[in-house]
């Protein structure tokens, strides 16, 4: 897949006719609710799954092996990944081994830093060294890119998750960032860019746009991908009639 050079105004965007079997980019399913992951898998959109230890805890889940095997009988066949919990780095190590080794398309979330800052770089790359495919998550910089970049095994698939979203909740343009990310990795065989937190469905064109190979999205998200190519003055009297119908169920009256 190509990647732009320049980032894409976002307002260019907004009202081109989109039909979603014409993206490049792979839509991922994120999350922990098994119904809700267990129905994605039977989407033919959805390339892959992510989940991360916030996502299991808003579930309900406290058995956090249990949980993964159980998903890993029923999705064999598409990328899922499942991240660490552990902040000291040896036992880091230690859970990511034990987490791939429960199914060939288990992709290990290894966290850029602990929860101190320091660098995870030597775990992820001694797990890439051994052929053990990782996604290095929680990735805000270029600089953390760069990095990432340098040690990752030629060959051996890898994941990086750039948290786009949260990037734009600071008032930043993550465009620029994943467009400049996506020229980073883009001799990296096996190494895919991944447009992580989205917030709205715009994300999942612009990543498209911008040259991601994924882009995760929470089943909100998901939701409105229907409405990806629709009419917009049709929309609008969609919105007018919503309106409509709440004032009309609510009995509102102006004496």
Request: glycine share 6%.
């Amino acid at each position: 897949m190509g990647c732009a050079t320049i980032p894409i105004p976002s307002g260019s965007l907004v009202e081109s006719p989109i039909d979603i079997n014409h993206l490049k980019v792979k839509l991922f399913a994120d999350g922990a609710d098994k119904q809700c992951i267990l129905a994605r898998y039977r989407d033919p959109h959805i390339a892959g799954f992510t989940t991360n230890p916030t996502l299991m805890r808003k579930a309900g889940i406290s058995d956090y092996e249990s949980f993964a095997r159980d998903i890993l009988t029923h999705i064999t066949d598409r990328p899922i990944s499942l991240e660490v919990f552990a902040d000291d780095f040896n036992e880091m190590e230690r859970q990511a081994r034990i987490i791939s080794s429960w199914g060939e398309n288990v992709y290990v979330k290894i966290p850029v830093t602990n929860t101190a800052g320091v660098s995870s770089l030597p775990v992820y790359q001694r797990l890439s060294n051994d052929g053990i495919k990782v996604n290095v998550t929680a990735v805000f910089t270029l600089q953390q890119v760069e990095s990432i970049a340098t040690v990752l095994a030629r060959g051996v698939a890898a994941y990086v998750s750039i948290f786009a979203g949260r990037i734009a909740d600071t008032g930043r343009d993550p465009l620029p960032i994943m467009a400049a990310a996506c020229e980073l990795l883009a001799d990296m065989k096996g190494v895919e860019l991944i447009w992580a937190s989205p917030r709205e469905v715009l994300n999942v064109i612009q990543a498209d746009q911008v040259g991601c190979h994924i882009i995760t999205a929470t089943d909100d998200i998901l939701k409105k991908l229907g409405a990806l190519g629709k009419d917009l003055t049709q929309f609008s009297v969609e919105t007018v009639k919503m309106f409509y119908d709440d004032a009309q169920a609510s009995g509102f009256k102006i004496s």
